[in-house]
Every structure is written in structure tokens, then in C-alpha cells.
């Protein structure tokens, strides 16, 4: 059995996890799977980066005792993965405390809910009416229908 | 039928991903940045650890940007979770266990975070590790003791202490000839705690910033929670 591709493994994994994300966020309807999606999504972009400076056969860019090794992996890319971590989980709070104030404000986190309270609040506080389709029909009483019907 | 057209999109995009992937060899980065980097950066800057000269040497200007980028997310965090009172409810202590080990982690995990932090610039680690690190500790008696009261106010002044710090050594640099955020200080001995000029004093600040503003952050959602009924 020959050994498994590790360069192929490791990047089906950094595009899976890039996929999955990408797919929470637009099929998910729970505010907190969206954001979880987000997090799966950076982890998988991270690691894509960090493949992109692997080097065969090098070792990490760390020089000890003063010499210095031979091959080095490319610093940028963990440079960049290195604040891009710190920074998507300072994000990902921000991310989780619209949601926490959602919650208390509306009582649920589902997206579908949360647009027609949205669309209701934001028109009453613009002072227009809900802004329905075009194709709707006209939003006639019931006891008008009737009369008009006989 | 939206479920659908997000699949197909999605197979696309992880064909063109592939696509692109296979077009070099894994393990034979194209980037000849990175190569130029770890030939000159032992002479240019003098840190062991080449991945701290390029977060605190070559793009450090990012790094303030990055650095703007947390300020904001708690700053915004802060604001729009507000202040909780005086009087707020809030829930009761943790078990035993979580207590003790609140106790114990505490003194060690604010002495890992600094170690870490300090010695950004000689082995894997830094600022940003670090800081998180000393987050952790921070947020810590918080679980164990809802009730305690978060230092707010100390922890902004801690913060800003440090960010201003970081824009200082820059404008130092810039008014003595350099470049902004250019080290100062000489190289000193590779390898020695007291080496890469004004690197590890950078990574201080950056350390202190990130710690402060996450345990803040992570303060308020926490503060935040035992308001709500």
C-alpha cells in the first residue's frame, strides 16, 4: 500500500473546511451556525495559507544557537496566520455579541424571523409602508372582497 | 431550489480552488519573498525567530493596522453591549472544583502568557499568543466567581498605555532618521533575551493590547449574559 499524499490530503482538508463554511453560512438559518460557519471557513483559509509557504524537507524559521538551518519555510505566510487567528477570534466575539443583543431584543435567531421583525422595525422607524412585492395581491379587507365579489 | 444553486456554486468553486492548487508542486513554495527574507533578516534585524522580525520588522505597519482592527471589534463590542450596573443580576459562584482551579490557574497562566510574550523574539510565540494567554487569565475568576466586578476601567487604561506605546516607538524610529517602526536599540547577541532592538519591547505592548482588550470583550458578553432574565 503506498502511503497516502500528504499534500493532497492537506489541502482537501484547508478546501473542505473553505467549503463547508462557505456552505453553512449561505444554507444555514440559525444565526450562531452562521457564525460558527465563519470560524470554520477562516480555519480552512488559514491553513491554505500556511500550505502555501511549506517548503519540503525545511524546518521552521526559527534559527537556534546561532546557526542557521539549511531550508527555512516562507515566515510571511505565518506571519499573516498568525495575526489573522487573534484577530478572527476578537471578530468572532464581536460577531457573537450582535447576536446576544439580537436575542434579547427579538427573543429567537432564526434569520427567517429575524427579517420580517427586522423589515416591520425598519419600516416603522423610516415611517414607510413594508415594502411588499409586486406581484403581491393588494392588501384588501376581507369583508371588502366579499361585497365586491357577489 | 436556493439549497441547490449554493451546491452547485460551491463544487465550482472547490474545482477552481483544485484547479489552482494543482498548478505547483506541493512543498516547492513560489514565493521568493519569503526565501530573501530568511537569507537577510539575521543581519537586517537580528531576531531568532524570523517570523517576529516580519510581524514587528517588515510589516509592522500591518500589524498597527491589525492591531486598530481589535481596538475596534471591542470598542464596538463594548458599545453595543453597554455597561452593566452596579446592581445587575448575575449568576451564582461556580462548584468547587472550577473555583480551586480558577485559584491555581491564575498565577500560572499570567506567568506562561508573559514568559511567552517576552520571548517573542527568539522562540515560536509572541504578543499575540501570549496576549491571549493572559486573557484567558483574566477571564478566568470571571467564570469562577460571576459575581466579581471586571476592572474596566484599569484594563482600558492598560490598553491605551500600550497601543500609544507602540505608536511611540515608531515616531521614535521616524524622528531619529529611520523609517516608521524601524528597530532601534542595535541588534545585540542573537539569541540573547536582550537582543533585536526595540522587538521584544513592541511585543510587549502588542501582548498587553490583545490580553486587556480580549478580556474585556469576553468580559462584557460574560457581564452581558447575567443580565438577561
Known sequence: M?????GLMLFTAAFGLVGIGALGIVMANHLVRIVLSIVLLETGANLLLMLSGYRAGAVAPIIVDGVVPASMVDPVPQALV???IVIGVAVQAFM???VLRLYTVYGTLDIRELRTHLERDLAKAAGVPLPGSADAPLDVPATVMRKGGS | MRNYLSLLFLA??????FVIAGQFEFGMAPMLVGSAINQASPEQ????????SVVLGYRAIDTLGELAILFAAATAGGLVLGHAGTSARHDPDAGFILRAAADVLFPLLLMVGLFIIVHGHLTPGGGFQGGVILAAAFFLPLLARPGTRFPHGSFAIVEGIAGAAFIVTGLLALLT???FLQPLLGQGEMGGLLSAGTLPLLYIAVGLKVGTELAGLMAHIAEYEALDP
Do not use: K, R
Not at chain 1, 503506498?2 to 500528504?6: E, F, G, K, W
Not at chain 2, 465550482?12 to 480552488?17: E, H, S
Not at chain 2, 534585524?45 to 517576529?52: C, E, K, R
Open chain 1, 82 to 84: 498568525l495575526t489573522a
Open chain 2, 45 to 52: 534585524v537580528g531576531a531568532a525567530n524570523i517570523v517576529t
Open chain 2, 12 to 17: 465550482g468553486l472547490a474545482f477552481l480552488l
Open chain 1, 96 to 98: 457573537m455579541t450582535l
Open chain 1, 2 to 6: 503506498t502511503p497516502p499524499d500528504i
Open chain 2, 177 to 179: 532618521g529611520g523609517e
